[in-house]
């Protein structure tokens, strides 16, 4: 089989392998913020800011994140394949869905720059 | 592509076994958290903007409305992480059968139902 290094069309293995590593680093990242609240008598902003203000935490949070954009990219559109079957609908739909995705990590960045 | 295929829409008389609801949620779940990180995210930012933006976070997330929608947030996750762990146990070729298939769609729904019973009272 001829694989195509440069192709634009995602292949399908390649799309499960993303949903399942950016599942896993989500899952991590859900685990860590209920280990922190449960772990953490009272969350005043002294505290909440500075767990922010951690370079490990804002790079966790950032890849945590960046996973999200990249499992909704596919999983939103694992949903809207099937529901959705006009191509010209779905692809505006999908922009603006993807759109939102990525205000998602331009915003975590912003916000992890000034804490 | 065929366009011939049947398609019957009577979702009403389709059996709807364990593994099938199961999988539905999983997708509900799925699409429901991508919008309430809409929420979780605006109320991030604003909560790191300052210490008075934080303080109005946590009186929003005090309310009765805030609570639900953090409550509701936390299930939604809790949900489909289970279902997400489950996929991945089948991507693993476990609980393929139909008996087995169907036991860990019982045991995740209880397990979900439990969790977000407890998850529940600790927040409110
Ligand atoms: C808040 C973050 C998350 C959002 C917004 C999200 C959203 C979605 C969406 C929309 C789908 C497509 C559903 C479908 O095709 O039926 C999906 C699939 C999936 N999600 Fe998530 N998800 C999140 C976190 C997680 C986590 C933490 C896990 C880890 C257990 C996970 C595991 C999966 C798996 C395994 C699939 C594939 C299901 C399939 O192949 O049909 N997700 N997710
Ligand atoms: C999906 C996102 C979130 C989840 C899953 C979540 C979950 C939780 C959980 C489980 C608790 C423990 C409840 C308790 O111990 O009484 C908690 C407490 C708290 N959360 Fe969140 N939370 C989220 C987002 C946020 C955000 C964005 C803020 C920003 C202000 C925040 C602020 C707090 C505070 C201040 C408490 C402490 C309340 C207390 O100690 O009485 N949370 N959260």
């Known amino acids: ?115 | 592509m065929n366009k011939q295929r049947p398609v019957n829409l009577e979702l009403n008389t389709i059996s709807f076994p364990p593994s099938a609801l199961v999988s539905i949620l999983h997708r509900v779940t799925g699409v429901a958290l991508f919008f309430a990180l809409l929420l979780v995210i605006g109320a991030w930012a604003s909560s790191l903007t300052s210490a008075e933006s934080f303080a109005s976070v946590t009186e929003l997330m005090n309310g009765v409305i805030g609570k639900l929608l953090v409550i509701g947030t936390v299930s939604a996750l809790t949900y489909h992480i289970l279902g997400g762990v489950r996929h991945m146990f089948m991507d693993m070729g476990h609980f393929e059968e139909l008996e087995s298939g169907n036991n860990s769609a019982k045991f995740i729904i209880g397990l979900w139902i439990a969790l977000t019973v407890v998850m529940g009272v600790v927040i409110w």
């Open chain 1, 1 to 115: 089989m001829v694989t195509n290094q440069a192709s634009i069309k995602r292949d399908g293995v390649q799309d499960f392998v993303s949903l399942r590593t950016t599942a896993i680093v989500i899952l991590a990242y859900s685990i860590f913020m209920l280990w922190f609240f449960v772990s953490t008598p009272t969350v005043t902003y002294e505290v909440w800011s500075g767990l922010f203000s951690n370079l490990a935490v804002k790079v966790f949070t950032l890849a945590a994140l960046v996973s999200v954009m990249i499992h909704v990219r596919i999983g939103l559109w694992q949903v809207l394949t099937d529901y959705v079957k006009p191509h010209n609908v779905r692809a505006v739909i999908q922009f603006l869905l993807n759109l939102i995705a990525f205000a998602y990590v331009a915003v975590g960045l912003f916000v992890l720059w000034g804490v």
